[in-house]
Nanobody
């Protein structure tokens, strides 16, 4: 069993900052690429930022220069630092982690993409 627990969402005024966290637990063999997506009402879920196991990052154009993704492999956690927030950043934010999970003998079984439950970010103007 693998579980992703998100935290850090909330209500903030435009120009403010929030830091999202996503902690992974369970029978994990390896954490591969980790990322954050967001979905605004009536819109599709889109990638905000991602970070590979080696630390290479990628950002949506809307996030460049304002958001920073990072990971702590020892804590099995991915973060999204969001600065200079705008009302258009309002959405439900989901973490997504590509995980090689293991069986009860800690033998790698397969690779699967896991999603967090989502955390609401609301930016007021």
């Amino acid at each position: 069993q693998v579980h992703l627990a998100e935290s850090g969402g909330g209500l903030v005024q435009a120009g403010g900052s929030l830091r999202l966290s996503c902690a992974v637990s369970g029978r994990i063999y390896n954490l591969n690429t980790m990322g954050w997506y967001r979905q605004a009402p009536g819109q599709q879920r889109v990638l905000v930022a991602s970070i590979t196991e080696s630390g290479d990052t990628d950002y949506a154009d809307s996030a460049k220069g304002r958001f920073t993704i990072s990971r702590d492999n020892a804590k099995k956690t991915v973060y999204l630092q969001m600065n200079s927030l705008k009302p258009q950043d309002t959405a439900v934010y989901y973490c997504a982690v590509d995980i090689t999970y293991a069986d009860y003998t800690d033998t790698p079984v397969a690779v699967k993409l896991y999603w967090g439950q989502g955390t609401q970010v609301t930016v007021s103007s």
